[in-house]
């Protein structure tokens, strides 16, 4: 069976106030558009068509990469005159599945129940029971409980609108039939629109089957069109995801404050998540792995063993077994730490590697550095990586010690086992095993006394 999606995504989203489409808007930083494209990406022998129309650029443009038919809809005149713009892409036998752009959280197996009512003389439309209908088409059945077709709200009597059954507007039937009947659809409504839901009766009137399946949560077939839904659908995905982590044994202190806004690729086992973490793109997480509050970490990979203490920033990491970073480190991308290292509080740390067992525990500067392994560097080190045009590297040769407050100003290698005093500014390289430092000598003047107050 080959399959066709459309997914309908030309409408404006006024609701939003917002100067950008509203199928580009983010649930777990990824376009409302993008979540309903990567469900259809699922379905075997698939094909995806998406009917834009507002903010036409802007929409390609930020989904270039997206494997799918683009339709333009110039004026946007209904869910039916959306559909047939595709009509000429719609081969007879194919199975059209219909989707909207804007509900995001509609479930493959949802999708796949919906398919499998399609046949040669069926319609499947997906359906949901709301305590409160209002807004949506509502399904009309007859005495039999056959469905006979959907009235929109404003077309609506008063006694259909207490109907709780409503259109989901997400239904699939063969090419040839939903061609057809779209090519006979008129606008004469309260609307003055074509809407695609009007082919219902007119199938009906085939004798063609309409067959309705419910989503498992009614969640699934929520659509955005204002900031209080985008934000609801995004603690319901949240939600889901945390429930998901926990299954696969990771402690969660919180899940209502946890934000997975991506993947994780590889997930170890007794893996603790403080609060308010964010975990962002691609991560690996190995075993025994402890993230402190406050803390947020970007396409990192952290092995076995890793604490990482509250209120870190961490992004394009890797870190090696047994390591701690933190509290209140920020790991700028592009660091390499191997196993057991330490970074401590107020540390930033770029474009570097750290070999295993070294430490860079307090208030230091680390960028463009190579560092052995068995380093301490002391307090309020800084490597001056920048003179303003270029950058240069810094070399900490296995087994250095850097006292406290040094400026290590690059291009500079500090040798095998070498330490550097207190205070230094090291501006030339500085040999294995040496003592080197760079100070003002210390002077004690004898008979000086403070000042003290004048009386007036
Ligand atoms: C539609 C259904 C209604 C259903 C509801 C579910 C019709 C006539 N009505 O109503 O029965 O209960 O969805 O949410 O189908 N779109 C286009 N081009 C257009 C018009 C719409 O691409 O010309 C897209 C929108 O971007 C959106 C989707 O189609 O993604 C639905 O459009 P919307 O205006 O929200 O439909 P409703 O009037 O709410
Ligand atoms: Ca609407």
Redesign the pocket.
Known sequence: MKITTII????KGTRMRSDRP??LHKIANRSLLQHVYDMSCELENNSIKI?Y?HGAELVRDTLKDLDVSWIE?KQ???????VLQVNDQVSDTDTVLIL????PLLKLSTVKLLISNVNDESLALLTVNLQNPK???RIIRNALGHVIK?V?ERDASNGERLINE????IMAVKGDKLKKWLGRLSNINAQG?Y???DIIEMAVAEQVAIVTSQPETEDEVL?V?DRLQLSYLERVYQMEQANELMEQGVTLKDPLRFDLRGTIESLGQDIEIDINVILEGKNSIGNNVKIGANTHIKNSTIGNNVEILANCIIEDAVIGQGSRIGPFARLRPGNVLANNVHIGNFVEIKNSSVAEGSKINHLSYIGDTTVGSKVNIGAGTITCNYDGVNKFRTIIEDGAFIGSDTQLVAPVTIGKNATIGAGSTITRDSPEDQLTLSRVGQVSVTGWQRPVKQEK
């Open positions: 309908l995504a030309a409408g509203k199928i009917v129309g809809q946007q005149l209904g869910t039916g005159h959306a909207y752009g804007d509900v807004g949506y088409g959907i929109e409503v259109n989901t507007g629109e809407y695609l839901t659509g069109n």
